[in-house]
């Protein structure tokens, strides 16, 4: 390909990386022909660190996976030693109520996992994964830095109290705090919608091998997440306990900074993809387009033309073509030409078949993500409630050793470590040979098992709070009765998330990838904000924190009257998720207009059937 070929037609195309002389597109975002299936050339339009297209034999694939899964590891121990130590710690050093630093701690979580649709737009649109899981990282560091500032130096805490009521914090001292926690949350959003789809570009999924490897990466990906949450929730903890607040934050601070210099070192060996401009604005000019073309009077008729550029790929940079399918056909009025005068590169006019089936590849999947939700305000109970249950009741190991509240959650992240490898080499080759799937399980399969089992997560906490609180001696009653909530939940997790990972995924498009991961992230944070809207109407409506079920003192609470109705939460919401799932067409199960080619052979088919102003020939209704 001549050098004279290559130019930005974007400003963003510019950030990062900008190809050599051996560049591996145009400005039509074509492959060069020597990238093939047999080639050692990657076919997803991936590059080098020196913007080559890379090459198998020396970048992807398990060669680049440590280092990613390294700096999740790293991410997630931070996280989660914040995480369920922050209950305690606005508790006891704010002194805040338990309800009210319950619902902070889910706002905070709620709040890291929202912004994830922030840093993936900002990815997709203009920085790139990997710039910018770097630029969050550094982000994610400096509130790490300013929180270990907040537990080290007395004047950003009110004074030692034991005995309450306890002198509140002052409004500087909690600004202090929440800039640093919402900084760490602001790092969460960019590396979370990154870090994962960035890993997964490290398979080309035209190669069998790396394609299979891909999945194999997805569950690994998750053993590394409850890694990093076994360190945080055990060691960091232990930390915390043994030698203070300051530590206890300074060694994930540490921690994070090394998984930073880890990332940059593995830079040689990445497959890098470059920005493919912001999926919602193409999203917004597909609706404004087709709200135009439907009041101008377009109608369908079976000579309908929709239209399409006249190149092999896509005009969404490194993209290549979609096939057109039938669902949500008002969309494809965005598709349909008026006026054969008009600017064929106006996108707020007239778009391609492409970005109006990347809009209904992103509809699609929402009724899959809103039905999982559900199981989101259970998750966020780990950090709240049954940490607060654990706090108070016995946890000796003989008469030297007592388990810290913030590492009792070890009982769900110890599970999935056993399970995951035992699902990958045991279970999945056992049932690819019963369903001739090749995982096994469907992804919709593998979150629907997750969602049932937890409804029983729940109902095992119910159970337990009322013969802890009926208990004659509470105190006295084992931390091991939490066992089986936390096992299950952490059994609940394991299928749901990786199914989900699988899922949103394998639907999105290549445009869409970390906008798509963000959005399935995002779910986990709406689920914490709805926890603590629960918490609050329940807190209302049953006389507060003085009389109502949720007080200070779980003792004098009604707990397990909270966990009975998150377990007919979740009921129904399995109920809900069963028939969406049954009535789910993806994109390669939706029936489409043309024949059931691959996008390159049917990107030479649309190419070759155009005419001169690049209307498609091929695809009628």
């Known amino acids: 390909m001549e050098n004279s070929s290559i130019h930005f037609s974007r400003p963003h195309d510019k950030l990062f990386m900008e190809p050599s002389k051996n560049g591996f597109v145009g400005g039509n975002g074509e492959l060069p022909k020597e990238a093939g299936v047999d080639s050692t050339l990657v076919t997803n339009g991936s590059v080098d660190y020196k913007g080559r297209i890379a090459d198998k034999r020396k970048t992807g694939g398990w060669k680049a996976s440590p280092f990613v899964i390294v700096n999740e590891v790293a991410e997630r121990l931070a996280f ?55 630029i969050f990282s550094c982000i994610y560091e400096v509130g790490l830095v300013l929180l270990t500032l907040s537990a080290s130096i007395d004047s950003l805490r009110p004074p030692f109290c034991i005995k309450r009521p306890c002198p509140p914090a002052s409004d500087s001292q909690i600004a202090f705090l929440y800039a640093a926690l919402y900084l760490i949350a ?305 059994s609940a997790e394991v299928f749901t998330y990786v199914g989900q990972l699988e899922f949103f995924y394998d639907e999105a498009t290549d445009g869409t990838r970390s906008i798509s991961s963000a959005f399935f992230l995002s779910e986990i944070g709406i689920g914490s ?3 603590t809207a629960l918490v609050k109407i329940i807190e209302a409506a049953t006389g507060g924190v003085d009389k109502g079920w949720l007080r200070n003192n779980l003792n004098e609470s009604r707990l397990d009257y909270f966990y009975w109705i998150l377990t007919a939460i979740n009921g129904l919401n399995f109920l809900v998720y069963l028939v969406v799932a049954w009535n789910y067409k993806g994109r390669d199960g939706a029936k489409t207009s043309v024949r059931d080619v691959s996008p390159v052979e049917n990107a030479v088919e649309l190419r070759n059937g155009k005419d001169d102003n690049g209307e498609s020939r091929s695809i009628t209704y």
């Open 186 to 490: 602001l790092g969460t959003g960019g590396i979370k919608p990154c870090v994962s789809s960035f890993g997964a570009d490290q398979y080309d999924d035209a190669d069998k091998k790396e394609a299979q490897k891909k999945y194999t990466f997805f569950n690994w990906f998750f053993f590394a997440i409850n890694m990093g949450a076994l360190l945080g929730i055990t060691l960091l903890v232990y930390v915390q306990v043994k030698k203070g607040w300051s530590w206890g934050f300074a060694v994930p601070t540490v921690t994070m900074f090394c998984s930073i210099v880890t990332l940059v070192a593995g830079s040689s060996k990445y497959r890098y993809q470059k920005p493919m401009g912001s999926a919602f604005t193409r999203f917004v000019q597909v609706i404004v387009a087709s709200v135009r073309n439907h009041f101008k009077g377009v109608k369908f008729e079976p000579a309908v033309r929709l239209y399409e550029v006249p190149t092999e790929n896509s005009d969404i940079f490194g993209a290549p073509k979609l096939l057109h399918t039938e669902q949500y056909r008002f969309l494809d009025k965005a598709a349909v030409k008026t006026d054969a005068e008009s600017n064929a590169n106006n996108r707020w006019r007239l778009c391609t078949v492409t970005q109006v089936e990347e809009l209904k590849c992103f509809i699609r999947v929402q009724p899959v993500w809103a039905s999982t939700i559900a199981l989101s305000i259970s998750f966020a109970q780990l950090s709240t409630f049954f940490l607060s249950q654990a706090n108070i009741m016995h946890r000796k190991l003989g008469p030297h050793f007592e388990i810290p509240a913030g590492s009792v959650p070890v009982f769900a992240a110890c599970n999935a470590l056993i399970l995951v490898p035992i699902y990958e080499k045991v279970i999945v080759p056992f049932l690819r040979s019963k369903t001739g799937h090749r995982r096994g399980l469907t992804s919709l399969q593998r979150m629907g098992v997750g969602l049932f089992i937890s409804i029983f997560a729940l109902l095992s906490a119910a159970r337990v709070e009322k013969k802890r609180r009926t208990d004659s001696n509470p105190s006295s009653l084992s931390v091991f009765w939490l066992f089986p909530q936390f096992f299950l939940m952490g």
């Open 80 to 134: 989660f030693a914040i995480a369920v130590n922050m209950v305690q710690y606005l508790v006891f050093e704010m002194h805040q109520s338990l309800p009210d630093a319950a619902t902070h701690v889910t706002d905070w979580i709620g709040a890291a996992y929202v912004l994830t649709l922030l840093g993936a737009f900002l990815a997709d649109a203009y920085l790139g994964r990997f710039l910018t899981i770097i």
């Open 529 to 531: 904000w709805l926890s």
